[in-house]
């Protein structure tokens, strides 16, 4: 059975940065999909950053990012530990979510239907 565990999650001022972690367990895939989401109060989950893993390695090219945080996160992934980041960089209030990550089917897609598991999530705030 995967298990996926975020953390790294906290308060941060406008502007700091943090970087969330996400371990898997029980995994043995070559070829999938990685994806973080976030889901705010009163807000439906969104795909925020996903990319694809082929023979356990990255994809070339296959990084996507939401509009909304382009150029201020970075998705990474060391296969070797089977653990994936998430940079977050000059952070706004906006940020402010649960953070959650994801694996899915192989694949370029960031969409909540493509992922089949899922960690319980960790906190990020951003105060202004």
């Known amino acids: 059975e995967v298990q996926l565990v975020e953390s790294g999650g906290g308060l941060v001022q406008a502007g700091g940065s943090l970087r969330l972690s996400c371990v898997a367990s029980g995994f043995t895939f070559d070829d999938y999909a990685i994806g973080w989401f976030r889901q705010a109060p009163g807000k439906e989950s969104e795909g925020i950053s996903c990319?694809?893993?082929?023979?356990?390695?990255?994809?070339?090219?296959?990084?996507w990012y939401a509009d909304s945080v382009k150029g201020r996160f970075a998705i990474s992934s060391d296969n070797a530990k089977d653990t994936w980041y998430l940079q977050m960089d000059s952070l706004k209030p906006e940020d402010t979510a649960v953070y959650s990550c994801?694996?899915?089917?192989?694949?370029?897609?960031?969409?909540?239907?493509?992922?089949?598991?899922w960690g319980q999530g960790t906190q990020v705030t951003v105060s202004s």
């Open positions: 994801a694996v899915g089917a192989p694949g370029p897609s960031c969409s909540t239907t493509h992922y089949v598991n």
């Open positions: 990319i694809s893993i082929s023979d356990g390695s990255v994809s070339d090219g296959s990084a």
